[in-house]
Structures are given as structure tokens and as C-alpha cells.
């Protein structure tokens, strides 16, 4: 094999092994209600399945530069992570990054409105290391299973509350 073959096959197969899955669902809800209460770190136990408990680790507001620790039950194991606020546009874009773990993550909420209500969007993206890279297309789908359960559960409580 050519120098740079071997090199090109590591490149394919790191891009192979990426996890990037997004999800998305309208809410019957306005935009502010939708952003400000999906936005809330504080509220996240109430519409994610899998995380129990929040913990700020700077003071609020949330901003860019805020941390919020989160604890999660996932896959049948117990997380803990710190996620940090990386961009923030009220009622339009959040996006918020932890490197911690064998799983560094960055996800995205994106609002918009859409006939009559608000289209969320869900992404979470990242690149497993060392033994988690192996399990990167079965985690992709456990992660856009939870999303959905994740968004239908927000879409559940939010138009409860017409």
C-alpha cells in the first residue's frame, strides 16, 4: 500500500465512526413558550427521558460561558457531565458543548415558527474515542430514539398547557 492510502482509509473510516443525529418536532405552542421553557436547563428532568438531575455550576442566567452539569442514565449507565453554553440566540439557537467522557458532545436546539406553532429542532453530534468509536452507529441510534422520546415528551407537556 501507497503512504497515503492507509492514511486516506483512517480518515474514511474517523468520518464513518462520527455520530451526528438530529430530530425535530412541532409543538402547537409560540415560539417564546417553546424556547424559553426547552432552553431552561432547570426544566430538562421534566421532558428528557434519561437525565435525572441538574446542577449549575455557574450562576444564572444562562449565557454563553454558563455550566450546567447534568446526571443521565443511559444505555443502562450512569452519566455525569458538564455541559457549556458555546452560542446562544434567545428563542432561535442554543448550542452547548461537554468534552468530558469517552463520548464528547456538542448539542443544538434550534427554534422556528411554523404553521400556527414552533418547529424544535434536536442535534446532537460528536466523535466517540478509543473502545466507544466501535459502538458509534449503535449509539446513534439509541441517541435519535431518546430524542424523539425526548421531543414527543416536551410536545406532551407544553400543549398540556394550552
Not at 59 to 86: C, D, H, K, M, N
Request: hydrophobic share 40%.
Amino acid at each position: 500500500m501507497e503512504p497515503g492510502a492507509s492514511a486516506d482509509i483512517g480518515c474514511r473510516l474517523k468520518t464513518f465512526m462520527n455520530v451526528d443525529v438530529s430530530n425535530e418536532i412541532v409543538i402547537r405552542r409560540p415560539l417564546s413558550d417553546v424556547a424559553d421553557y426547552s432552553a431552561n436547563p432547570d426544566h430538562a428532568p421534566a421532558w428528557y427521558v434519561n437525565i435525572k438531575a441538574v446542577e449549575w455550576k455557574t450562576l444564572p442566567p444562562l449565557r454563553v460561558g454558563s455550566q450546567i452539569a447534568f446526571v443521565a442514565q443511559f444505555l443502562g449507565r450512569r452519566l455525569t457531565y458538564t455541559y457549556e453554553i458555546i452560542e446562544l440566540l434567545p428563542r432561535e439557537r442554543l448550542v452547548m458543548r461537554t468534552a468530558e467522557g469517552p463520548f464528547p458532545m456538542e448539542t443544538t436546539y434550534t427554534w422556528t415558527t411554523y404553521d400556527g406553532g414552533t418547529r424544535m429542532t434536536l442535534r446532537n453530534r460528536g466523535t466517540p474515542s478509543g473502545f466507544s468509536s466501535v459502538f458509534a452507529p449503535f449509539m446513534a441510534r439509541a441517541i435519535r430514539r431518546a430524542n424523539q422520546k425526548d421531543l414527543a415528551a416536551l410536545k406532551r407537556l407544553l400543549e398540556a398547557a394550552l
